[in-house]
């Protein structure tokens, strides 16, 4: 799949950000509207006494979509980087797309290798 320079430089903002995350598997997410960056955001996990934190996360692009009011149109751009800082897939999972399709996010952009990408069109 071929993108934009703006798309990748968007993905490299995504990359970047996965670095600050804590998990294993870190990925990092940018949130898009009208070409301004409305959030950034990691995977993490969610703080509560009543569940293991293995199994307490938040995925990337939920955790970067729920400070903003209006999701409406947004375009997500995910991030997954290895232990070596190196993109791998970042494909967002069912519950996720639904969720963002819900929340009327237009589309994402996420990494599959570190010279590849893929696109899935949601909403609007």
């Not at 598997?25 to 993490?44: C, D, M, Q, Y």
């Not at 009011?69 to 947004?74: F, L, W």
Request: charged fraction near 20%.
């Amino acid at each position: 799949m071929t993108i934009s320079n703006r798309t990748k430089a968007f993905l490299y903002q995504a990359m970047q950000v996965a670095e600050l995350s804590g998990h294993n598997f870190r990925h990092g997410a940018v949130a898009v509207k009208n070409g301004n960056v409305l959030n950034r955001g990691v995977n993490r996990y969610k703080m509560s006494p009543h569940v293991a934190p293995a199994r307490n996360s938040i995925h990337a692009e939920i955790s970067t979509l729920l400070p903003i009011d209006d999701r409406r149109g947004v375009v997500v751009y995910v991030a997954r980087i290895d232990m070596h800082g190196v993109a791998t897939n970042s494909k967002p999972c069912d519950r996720c797309l639904r969720t963002m399709g819900t929340w009327g996010v237009k589309k994402v952009f996420y990494t599959l290798s570190p010279t590849s990408f893929g696109e899935i069109k949601i909403g609007l």
